[in-house]
Nanobody, 118 residues
């Protein structure tokens, strides 16, 4: 059974850091392109970062470049998003997924809420 479980969100002050984790079960994890997405209230999910198998190609949205770092640990079927220098506009629900090209492949998990506020 395929399952995505995100964790690590929370409330943080501007300039702070969070590390999100996502464990994906029921797929051949190491063969998959992986991505993190975020969703603002009333809007579509948008891709924030992604990386290919073996982390050969890594992509970031312009507004997170230099602040967020995506990584993967295939032995644990887990993808991470290290979020530094957080801004109020990073407040959103964050999701992970596998990707085919630019398209998410799996049913979404529950996501993890990130709130950046003083």
């Amino acid at each position: 059974q395929v399952q995505l479980v995100e964790s690590g969100g929370g409330l943080v002050q501007p300039g702070g850091s969070l590390r999100l984790s996502c464990t994906i079960s029921g797929v051949i994890f190491r063969s998959n392109k992986l991505g993190w997405f975020r969703q603002y209230p009333g809007q579509e999910r948008e891709r924030v970062a992604s990386l290919t198998p073996n982390s050969l190609i890594i992509w970031y949205a312009d507004d997170v470049k230099g602040r967020f770092t995506i990584s993967r640990e295939d032995a644990k079927n887990t993808v991470y998003l290290q979020m530094d220098n957080l801004r109020p506009e990073d407040t959103a629900v964050y999701y992970c997924n596998t990707l085919f090209g630019l398209e998410p492949r799996l049913d979404w998990g529950q996501g993890t809420q990130v709130t950046v506020s003083s």
